[in-house]
Structures are given as C-alpha cells and as structure tokens.
C-alpha cells in the first residue's frame, strides 16, 4: 500500500499521511505525483521556517489538505503543494514543468507573487499581483482555488502575525478574497475567510458578538429544536422525503446585517435558520406550501433563486415565517444537487462529474466563465489599480434581474442603470447607446433599474459615450468601458489638435507640415525617443510638447530650449498665427471655468500638460501668467457660426423678497438660455448676490440675458463674473 512505502520525512508530523488519505478519491498512479510533488516541496523549503516555528512545508500540505476537501483533481494538489517554490525557493518554472507537466507550472507561475518587479508603492504591487492572478485564473479556474485556499490556511494561523499585519490582511481577506470565494459560489470556503476575516479585522467587535450569539444560542436551544420537530413532522406528513437542518447564521453574516440595518443584535431576531433539503425540483415548490401553511409569511421577504439562479449559480427558494412569539424564522429550501453546488460552487466542476460526463458544466462553470470573460475584457484598463478597484466592484451579489426585449434574464448589481444594462449586452451596445425604453416607456439614460422590468436599448452609429456616465454607473464592465473609450478619444483628438498646432507652427516659419521629409521627421523621432508621429503629435496635443520648439527642431533651425519667445516662434512673420477654435475639439481643448469664454470673446490658449489647450478671455486675471510662462500662451481665435452652447456666470444684486430668485429664473429662460447652476453668494437684511451659471451661444445672447435682467424691478446690478 502506498502509505507504507512513504519516504522518511512523510513519516514525520507535516501532514502528508493525512492527505492522502483525504485524496482516496484519486487513483494510485495520481497519488504516486502528489506524493512526488511533495517531496519536491520538501527539499526546496528544507530550513525554512513559518513564523509560528513550523516547518514550512506545513503550509503547502495544509492548502493542499483545504482543496482535497473540495475532492480537486491532482494537478490542483500538485500545484498547492509547489505553489510557493517559485517565490520562496531558487527553484524555477521550468524545474517545475520538466518534473510536473506545463500544466501544473502554470497554475504555480499564476498564484506567485511578482517580486522579481520593483513598484512605487505598496498598493501598486498589491494591485499587480492581484491582476496577474486573476488574468492566470482567465485561462485557469483553478489559480483562484490554489490562492483561496492558501489564504485561508494563512488566515487560520495569523495569530502568528504582527497585530498591523493581521488587520491589514485581514480587510483585504474580506474586501477581495471572501467575495471572490462568493463569486464562484464556495460557500464553505467564503463563509470561514469572513469570520476569520471579521475576527482579525475587528477583535473587539467579533468578541462581543459572539458572547451575545453564544448566549442566545442557550436561550433558542429548545425552541430551534420544536420548530425543527414541526417542519419535519408536517413533510413526512405530507409524503415528502425530506430532511431538515436547523442552523445558526455565521458571525459576519450577523454583524454585516447589523450594519445594513442599523440594528443591534437584540433587534436581528432570525439570528438561525432552517435548510430543507428536498429529493426534487417540485418537492421544493410544495415544501414552501407546507411550511407557509405552518407559519405566516413575513410580505416581501419570499425570493425564488431555482427559477432565477444568483450570477454564482446558487439555487434556493428563501422565504421568512413569522414563528411563535413573532420571532422571524429564515427557511431555505433545496434540492441535494443545489446544496453541495451551494457549498462548493465551482469546485463541483470537478466534485461531481461522472466517467463520460467531465465536459458537461455545472450552473456555478458557465455562471465563472460568463464573469472571466467580463474580466478580459476589463484587463484592458492600463492601470493595475484602477483594475484591482474595477474587479472588486464585480465580486459583489448582484441583486437586480431585469429582461431584454427578447426575453432573456440579466443579472446587474443593485443600483444599476439602463447603461449598465447597455454595457451587460455588449460594449457596442453601450458605446452607441442614445436613449432606453423600461417596460416600453422612454426613460433617461440614468434611470435606476428594478427588478422583473424589461429594458430596450436605442442606439445610434454616431453615437459615442459621455464622459458624465462614470458619475452613475455602477458595474465594473460599464465603467471600464466608458474609461477606456475616452482614454482612446482623448488620444485621437490630441493627435489631431497636436497636428493641427505643429503644422501651424512650421508655417510660422514659412513651411508646413507637409513639406516635412519622411528623413526629418524620422531623425527627430530619433532625437526624442518617440515611436512614431502619431505620438509626437499626441504629447504636442496635450501640452506636453511646445510645437514651436518642435517646429524649429523639426527645420533645424537651432538647439531644443526650454521656451522660445514669441516673436522668434513667429520666424520672419514676426507674430505667430492663431489657432482657429471651432468648439467641437472635445477632450482636449477645454474652457477655463474661472472666465467662461464665450464666442465674440478676445482669447488666448494655454497649453496645459496632460489637458491640451485650455481657453480664456484675455481679460482674465490669469493672464498676468503670461509673463512668467510666455512660451505655454499661444495665439487662439474663434470659428465663425459657431453652433453649441457654452457655460457662463452671471452676477445678480437683487433686493431680498420673497419670489425674486423665480422672477430672475423666468426672465433667464424666456431669454433663450438654460440654467445650469444657481447659488446665493452672500445674503443681507434688505439685500442678495445671486450667482447664476447659464448655457449660452454666444456673446450677443449672453448680452441679451443680462439686458433682459437688467430691467427688473428688484434688480440693482447685473454683471458679467470674470477672475
């Protein structure tokens, strides 16, 4: 027998003997690799010590020991027995691939940490370790099973920890890798990372609670056990083979109600719950009858996740009963199936296949693959914590079911709105959408979704995001989307305006753009360091590049400085060319807000880094920077009929009397303008200042706004609002 032939340092207390004996599920010639794949373990971490005093090697066995509880196959042992090989050890990949297979070097390479890589903090390395995991996990479910359980087993033994680190780790255990467990349906797992993680992050919290659940566990003993009694008696009653599981809801579960509710624990009273377990689907359906038949209903409080599954794949029927002494009483009702799925969610891939069955997915697979695709594509995002914050956005329950036109079910976090739900159906979708219809009715954009609606989507080919959806959007895929999609904008209009400010510029110096050689161009990119055009045009469209410094470069009229004066950009004109602005530059050409330029206005632009160019009056009191920064100002004019409107603040001295803010507000609109915005900006006895932001064309309409206010009785003053 296997067992028997173990090498020496098996014998000893590291916990090999116990693993392969939870392993019986697997054959000989798998347990033969596992016990290999220890003994590599072994030897790698040979002197190397836990902060507990513990043999290292302990930890590995112990994660391994977590995942054959969840019956995994052997590559996922083997990986959780190496799993800290490449990180802690010399050992490399490619040790692991030639003695285990590219399989299990893979799983290994994708839980390690990134410490060959050196980052600016803490965070960002955190960040970028938690997205090489989950992009491994994209390619393999498993990654995620390995790294769960081995935080699990480091939560089991933090005690050995520094108190700062055990709190630290702790709220990372409970804000990424408990709802990630969730997420992928492991009950089992999630619901120890959460009490550990309560316990750690908050002590004295996770002390008084469960003295008080403790307590009351006493007090309910005899009562749980007769309400027991009386669910299974009224089945067997019925001719239900059923079974009933009276249980007590874990702390965290507690305390995160507390906190929802803003209740204290002698205001929770369904502080346990019953579990029937049913032979069948309909079974389910008639247990509820039989038990809503015993007790009371609570209205409100029935939810039916067998017809509508959680995007995790969990299925139940939930329902609370008024028990005796008005004392709530959870109920959850399942099949067997459902419950181990309930426990061991994606694990029941590999749990519960049958010879002959493995490609057949269970709800929990396809629920994982839906939610891996959506990380694909949010992976695109440039930032790892931007990523980290997208991904943790994601991990919790959704709570809205809403329709399609067609009839299918999406599943979208609470709150979200009908471009979430534009996004859930396909980026394009949300990329173009214009307006949505709920239940066949027009709604805004914006409009929060409820459950059982259903929602269409209009779109249009033209259509592209507005930058003002990241406010209210609320899943992880709308918002990396929107992102990344102005990201991209934001580019192509800098590589225009950037083309645009250097062609200008060159014929400042009697030549253009075109009459640039591929040689020059090509020599200055060289100069720079740049790849190509479009990126030097892009860092002159955002400020980051002066184009007429380029533009000397560029005709090797001297040395790049540091600035050039104005008249000397200007080459033998003597004064540089403006730039015409037409209002339609999007991104990166933006309006100061601290003098709202309106077309009509004189103007000038400052190349700001990272904005473009920003736009002000050239009456505005920023001006006097242009002393100090001469080389940033370039010369800017207006397009003619210009067709937008544009933001602009008006002043208002009024007397203080009841009605005159609605007067004002009517003479703004019969004027032909918008209100955006309105304050009051100092208040008397007898007298107000009234700040008005309005949206108009031009000067000439702003002109007749102020002419229009002007002439009521209760105004004093009307001014124009500049720095």
Not at 227 to 244: F, P, T
Not at 418 to 433: E, I, K, L, P, S
Not at 645 to 650: K, L, P, R, T
Request: glycine share 6%; net charge positive.
């Amino acid at each position: 027998m296997l067992l028997e032939r173990l090498p020496l340092v098996g014998r000893r207390n590291f916990g090999l003997r116990q693993l392969l004996a939870r392993l019986e599920y697997l054959p000989a010639d798998q347990l033969k690799r596992i016990e290999t794949a220890y003994e590599f373990a072994a030897a790698a971490h040979a002197g190397q010590k836990r902060r507990s005093g513990e043999p290292y090697i302990t930890h590995p066995v112990a994660v391994a020991s977590i995942l054959a509880q969840l019956r995994l196959d052997h590559q996922t042992i083997e990986a959780a027995l190496l799993h800290d090989v490449i990180e802690d050890t010399p050992a490399a990949k490619n040790d692991i691939q030639k003695c285990f297979g590219p399989e299990v070097a893979a799983l290994v390479d994708g839980v390690s940490k990134l410490d060959q890589l050196s980052f600016t903090s803490r965070a960002e390395a955190q960040a970028e370790s938690f997205r090489k995991m989950m992009l491994a996990m994209v390619e393999d479910i498993r990654v995620i099973l390995v790294k769960l359980a081995d935080r699990l087993h480091n939560m089991q033994t933090l005690e050995a920890m520094p108190p700062e680190k055990q709190g630290r780790i702790a709220r990372e255990t409970l804000e990424v890798y408990a709802p990630i467990a969730n997420r992928l349906g492991i009950n089992t797992v999630k619901t120890e990372l959460e009490d550990l993680g309560f316990r750690h992050a908050y002590p004295y919290r996770y002390r008084v609670l469960d003295r008080a659940v403790r307590r009351a566990e006493g007090n309910q003993r005899q009562f749980v056990g007769k309400i027991e009694d009386r669910l299974q008696k009224a089945l067997q009653e019925a001719g239900i083979a059923g079974k009933v599981v009276g249980r007590k809801k874990h702390l965290y579960s507690i305390y995160r109600k507390m906190l929802r509710k803003k209740q204290s624990l002698s205001e929770i009273a369904d502080v346990f719950a019953f579990r029937l377990i049913m032979p069948d689907v309909d079974s389910c359906y008639r247990g509820l009858g039989i038990v809503h038949q015993l007790y009371k209903p609570m209205p409100g409080r029935f939810k039916d996740y067998i017809a509508i599954p959680r995007v995790n794949g969990y299925q139940s029927l939930h329902t609370v009963l008024l028990g005796p002494n008005g004392i709530p009483i959870e109920v959850q009702i399942r099949t067997e199936q459902m419950d181990r799925i309930a426990e061991s969610g994606i694990a029941a891939h590999w749990q519960y296949k049958e010879p002959g069955n493995e490609r057949e997915a269970v709800p929990p697979q396809a629920r994982a693959r839906e939610w891996l695709a959506s990380i694909s594509e949010m992976q695109q995002a440039a930032d790892s914590e931007e990523f980290l914050e997208h991904v943790k956005v994601d991990l919790y329950p959704d709570k809205v079911y809403v329709f399609t036109p067609k009839g299918d079910i999406l599943r979208l976090p609470r709150g979200a709105t009908c471009v979430d739900f534009a996004y859930a159906v396909h980026t394009d979708v949300g990329n173009r959408c214009v307006a949505a219809k709920i239940d066949r009715r027009l709604v805004p954009l914006r409009t929060a979704l409820n459950n059982g609606e259903t929602v269409e989507i209009i779109t249009a080919k033209t259509a592209r995001p507005n930058p003002a959806w990241v406010n209210f959007v609320v899943s992880a895929k709308a918002r990396a989307a929107i992102r990344q999609f102005l990201k991209n904008l934001q580019q192509s209009e800098a590589r225009e305006l950037g083309r645009r400010l250097l062609d200008q510029s060159l014929r400042d110096f009697r030549s253009a753009l075109r009459k640039v050689s591929r040689e020059q161009m090509q020599k200055l990119l060289d100069e720079l360091g740049l790849g190509s055009t479009n990126e030097l045009f892009e860092q002159i469209g955002l400020g980051e590049r002066l184009a007429p410094v380029v533009a000397k470069v560029l005709l090797q009229e001297g040395a790049e400085t540091d600035a050039v004066p104005a008249g000397e950009a200007a080459g033998a004109t003597g004064k540089p060319s403006p730039i015409t602005i037409a209002g339609t530059e999007g991104l990166v050409v933006s309006y100061a807000r601290c003098c709202h330029p309106l077309p009509g206005d004189p103007i000038m632009g400052y190349l700001s880094a990272g904005r473009g160019v920003v736009i002000h009056r050239n009456t505005c009191g920023n001006l006097s920077e242009y002393r100090k920064q001469p080389h940033k100002w370039i010369p800017v004019t207006w397009e003619k009929d210009i067709d937008r409107d544009f933001s602009s603040e008006i002043r208002v001295d009024v007397d203080n009397k009841p009605g005159v803010l609605a007067e004002v507000a009517a003479r703004i609109g019969d004027a032909g303008s918008n209100i955006e915005q309105v304050s009051v900006d100092e208040r008397l006895e007898d007298a107000a200042v009234l700040v008005f932001s309005i949206l108009v064309r031009d000067r000439k309409q702003l002109a007749q706004v102020i002419r229009s206010i002007r002439h009521m009785a209760a105004v004093k003053k009307v001014t124009r609002s500049c720095a």
